[in-house]
């Protein structure tokens, strides 16, 4: 469970990020948070990661406190949850396998990772991983020889791979085409309903929060506007959250 209590974040240029929110996620949800470019999405999913330090409030994961805690806590929470952004932040010069090992390496010494000392578990793991998206056969190959959306499923499987209890979706889909978009958020949904790990994602489109959020999380200005599900998410609460109403160019293309 996640839990929110009145968490402000305030950046040193006095920049408001999130501001006096307050929000439960329980085990297995899907949330999707959509919202503006500085509506605060990626700080909330930063905050809950401890990246970015909570101002005022309280914000728990699994019962542990992550406002205020210290590094070891940190990193404790870390351990169980996976991170997956825009830009896929895979290590291009190496295979898609290694970039999946990688994925572990928060449990282990670091002159193993640097060795490539593995465990056949872990190497099991990481083969699993990347059969769960799809993408096994390309375990050996170079990941700067892969297009955006395998790139994107290797981030998947590397995040999977750590075996999280949590997984945060950073915009995953932004730099992706329509057709490629739709398989990486069917993979997202797939392993959410097939492993039960409570996944929040970060998207501009309204249309793909409606379609795959089990509960759609609507923010403006650093606030929570919107918390619903999908089908409540109607042009009225668009407006809400973007301060506008809907245009053709707000839709995905193939989603009208």
Do not use: C
């Amino acid at each position: 469970m996640i839990e929110l209590s009145g968490v402000t974040v305030r950046y040193p240029n006095g920049v408001v990020g999130l501001d006096d929110v307050s929000l439960t996620i329980p085990d297995g949800q899907f949330v999707v948070v959509v919202g503006l470019s500085g509506a605060g999405k990626s700080t909330l999913i930063r905050t809950i990661n401890g990246l970015v330090p909570v101002t005022e409030g309280s914000l728990k994961v699994d019962g542990a406190e992550v406002a205020g805690a210290s590094q070891r806590k940190l990193r404790d929470v870390r351990s169980g949850i996976g991170m997956i952004f825009q830009s896929f932040n895979l290590v291009k010069r190496t295979s898609v396998m290694n970039n999946v090992m990688m994925g572990q390496m928060h449990g282990i010494p670091a002159y193993r990772s640097l060795l490539g000392a593995w465990t056949a578990d872990e190497k099991e793991r990481a083969y699993q991983s990347l059969e769960r998206v799809g993408i096994v056969e390309k375990a050996w190959t170079r990941a700067s020889q892969l297009s955006g959306g395998q790139q994107q499923r290797v981030a998947i499987a590397r995040a999977l791979a750590q075996d999280p209890r949590v997984m945060l979706a950073d915009e995953p889909v932004a730099s992706l085409d329509p057709p490629t978009a739709q398989m990486v958020m069917k993979d997202l949904q797939r392993i959410n309903r097939e492993l039960g790990i409570t996944t929040l994602v970060n998207l501009h489109f309204l249309d793909l929060a409606r379609q795959f959020g089990d509960r759609v999380i609507g923010m403006r200005a650093g606030k929570m506007v919107f918390d619903g599900t999908g089908a409540e998410a109607d042009d009225a609460v668009f407006e809400d959250i973007y301060g506008r109403s809907l245009t053709a160019d707000d839709v995905l293309p193939g989603h009208a």
